[in-house]
């Protein structure tokens, strides 16, 4: 079942969203999450569950080095990583908190944004109340997050694409289908939402693909769940890796208002 194409590794969590960051994909829509934010001079913003810092530098140069960044996130190593990468930007904070209970007082911000965070955490519906909470009145959460039961990958067998995509939205990811649920969830959080932005992300190219989805090591994963046979994920990874290759899934950024 192995293939020479395929990486069979499990990335380093922190190399993994440097490695998502630098793709053109990664590019493009944090571009467009930074457009919606619309940040102001003198502002403070947020970036909760922010990882290694990946976006702290382009938030500060938003603000035009005139208001303050605070970064939040739970893992100690990533915490340490983004206050290394920001040493030199004296307007930038990193903390150590959970974003179910953020470690800020109420209204301490104009800005927020949360990038791929909300299909891991634990409670998302708490998670937005904290956001309200620490937002200012009048402040503004831009939130991109994947649906995962739209992922459609090409494939000769239709039984295996399905089989695939429902083992990844049902078993791989604990919150799946956050990006089609985040407006309902904002709303319900005291949120306005003026703007949903959905955006298919296309891959064309396997080993790219590979990069952001880990097909091998996903497959691998259903073989030992029982959701693929043997058989079957040969068949699958065979087609991936040598035919004309297609995959796409729908990623959402959503705008909320306080």
């Not at 893992?75 to 800020?104: F, K, M, Q, W, Y």
């Not at 296309?202 to 090591?217: C, N, S, T, W, Y």
Request: charge should be negative; aromatic fraction near 6%; proline fraction near 6%.
């Amino acid at each position: 079942m192995t293939s020479t194409v395929f990486e069979t590794a499990t990335p380093d969590p922190i190399a993994y969203l440097d490695r998502v960051a630098a793709t053109d994909l990664g590019r493009s829509y944090k571009r467009r999450m930074l457009d919606e934010l619309n940040i102001r001079p003198g502002q403070t913003v947020l970036d909760l569950g922010c990882g290694p810092g990946t976006d702290l530098a382009s938030l500060a140069e938003a603000g035009t080095g005139t208001g303050t960044v605070i970064g939040v996130d739970r893992d100690p190593a990533a915490v340490e990583a983004a206050r290394e990468r920001t040493a030199d930007r004296h307007t930038v904070t990193v903390l150590l908190g959970d974003i179910h209970d953020l470690p800020l007082p109420d209204h301490a911000a104009d800005r927020a944004r949360t990038d791929r965070v909300l299909q891991h955490v634990a409670d998302p519906a708490q998670a937005l109340r904290e956001f309200h909470r620490v937002l200012r009145p009048g402040g503004r959460l831009v939130m991109g997050e994947p649906d995962w039961d739209t992922l459609a990958v090409d494939h000769p067998d239709n039984d295996l694409s399905r089989a695939y995509t429902r083992y990844v939205a049902d078993k791989v990811v604990r919150n799946a289908r956050i990006g089609r649920q985040l407006p309902r969830l904002a709303a319900d959080a005291g949120f306005a939402v003026p703007a949903v932005v959905p955006i298919t992300s296309v891959f064309r190219d396997a080993r790219e693909a590979d990069k952001i989805l880990g097909l091998e090591r996903t497959t691998q994963r259903a073989v030992a769940a029982g959701h693929l046979t043997e058989e079957g994920a040969g068949r699958w990874l065979d087609h991936l890796s040598t035919g004309p290759f297609l995959a796409a899934v729908t990623f959402y950024i959503v705008v909320a208002e306080s």
